[in-house]
């Protein structure tokens, strides 16, 4: 009687455990953040004293991409891979914006380049894409937003993931001046490729440096980037503004921002945590340098 007994309990170990290893397999996220990390560069330039940063300040720019535990890193204003990887480390792969390729000369500036692009965990299978010139000048040199697809487990459809960094001067209300209509232009052809997106059955994410506060109710933008698509969902549009900053006027007081310009759009099919801040401390602020960006984190189910 005990032998009979004993085989149906180890079968129901087994499946118990199998079923525990399955859900592990099949349950993980992928954590996603975005920093524009204002200048970043293993050289000091004089005109842009953002650039000029210690091996300290390498250090705690390090500490905190590591409490954001980010598998997938977007990133913004970075000069060089050897720049980047003094921050995320030896675990991730980088990959750079198209506009830094040897014959992209013509689009980089002979001193310091802010290019977006990547870093992310060697765990993860990624696929470079090329670039999606977001200029809307001819050979412009600056808004590049880079581009890969990540493979994800259980069949579920890869994330086509951009790291974009769009033009300055127009945060607000359309106004009739260079900077707002070259943001206009600049959402129409993300608007595209949300639309190409949308006809291919993609899952999609877009974050980065957007200059603009997307969450402004009926704000103008996000009616141009969401235009005859059905699928975009602005993930962080009740995200809070947590960012503490070094005050431009004076480097001993901090300054905090009251909207985002920060942001994420997903497309509407994934499961997400609501995007937040990973803020820094004012002390930190104070000591080091290290970026008006803070990262904005968040997780895909």
């Known amino acids: 009687m005990l032998e009979k007994l004993k085989k149906p ?9 199998f079923s525990l ?31 000029n940063r210690s091996i300290e300040d390498f250090s705690t720019l390090s500490r905190y991409f590591n409490k954001t535990d980010a598998e997938v890193l977007a990133f913004q204003e970075v000069d060089s891979v050897a720049a980047i990887a003094q921050v995320v480390g030896t675990d991730y792969q980088i990959i750079l914006s198209d506009r830094a390729l040897d014959k992209n000369s013509h689009r980089q500036f002979n001193e310091i380049n802010q290019y977006t692009g990547f870093a992310i965990h060697k765990s993860l299978t990624v696929h470079n894409q090329p670039d999606i010139d977001l200029n809307a000048t001819h ?17 579920k459809p890869s994330l086509h993931i951009l790291s974009v960094h769009l033009k300055a001067g127009c945060q607000g209300v359309k106004r009739n001046n260079r900077s707002c209509k070259l943001l206009e232009q600049q959402g129409k052809m993300l608007n595209q490729w949300v639309r190409d997106r949308q006809s291919n059955g993609d899952s999609f994410v877009i974050m980065g440096d957007f200059n603009h506060n997307l969450a402004y109710r009926g704000d103008w933008l996000w009616e141009i980037l969401t ?34 310009i920060d942001h994420v759009v997903v ?3 994934l499961a997400f945590s609501k995007p937040s801040q990973d803020a820094f401390s004012r ?8 970026s008006d960006h803070c990262p904005l984190s968040f997780s895909i189910e």
Request: with cysteine; aromatic share 12%.
């Open 227 to 260: 235009q005859e698509t059905n699928n975009a969902v602005l993930a962080s549009k009740d995200t809070n503004a947590r960012c503490e900053v070094r005050s431009n006027k004076n480097p001993n007081q901090t300054h905090k921002f009251r909207n985002l």
């Open 267 to 269: 497309s509407s099919d």
């Open 283 to 290: 002390n930190d602020v104070i000591r080091y340098q290290l």
């Open 21 to 51: 290893f399955s859900c592990s397999a099949y349950a993980t996220n992928v954590k996603l953040s975005s920093w524009n990390i204002a200048w970043l560069s293993t050289q000091s330039y004089p005109q842009f004293s953002e650039s």
């Open 9 to 17: 309990l180890a079968y129901t170990w087994i499946m118990l455990l």
């Open 139 to 155: 050979n412009g040199k600056l808004r590049f937003a880079s581009y890969i697809v990540i493979d994800r487990s259980n069949n």
